[in-house]
């Protein structure tokens, strides 16, 4: 069965950074997809991080914009998220998703849009 699994959680000083990585097993994509890191931390609701559509546009959240970079590796089906400057509200379990086809526009941010969602990895940030 086609599934999603992060890894590269784990616990960090603020100020330090981690990279996630999202591998799709036994996944096949679709020529044109969205993909994305969303997250969500304890009594909040699931908000979107960042997300890169096949053709490589981006989007961030305005918390993350100039911290964290989302990029992907196709050969190896691997979604990235690499996290700088991190602190504490950055503490959440991670998640990553997909969806078939383009959005018009930069990739979509919004939980709802996302069809295919991974396990999660934690990342908790504290000194």
């Known amino acids: 069965q086609a599934q999603l699994v992060e890894s590269g959680g784990g616990s960090v000083q603020p100020g330090g950074s981690l990279r996630l990585s999202c591998t799709g097993l036994?996944?096949?994509?679709?020529?044109?997809?969205?993909m994305g890191w969303f997250r969500q931390a304890p009594g909040e609701e699931r908000e979107g991080v960042a997300t890169?559509?096949?053709?490589?546009?981006?989007s961030y959240a305005d918390s993350v914009k100039g911290r964290f970079i989302i990029s992907k590796d196709n050969t190896k089906n691997t979604l990235y998220l690499q996290m700088n400057s991190l602190n504490p509200e950055d503490t959440a379990k991670y998640y990553c998703?997909?969806?078939?086809?383009?959005?018009?526009?930069?990739?979509?941010?919004?939980?709802?849009?996302?069809?295919?969602w991974g396990q999660g990895t934690q990342v908790t940030v504290s000194s």
């Open positions: 998703a997909t969806r078939r086809g383009l959005w018009p526009g930069n990739p979509p941010l919004g939980v709802s849009e996302y069809k295919n």
């Open positions: 890169i559509d096949s053709d490589g546009r981006t």
């Open positions: 036994g996944y096949t994509y679709t020529s044109t997809y969205c």
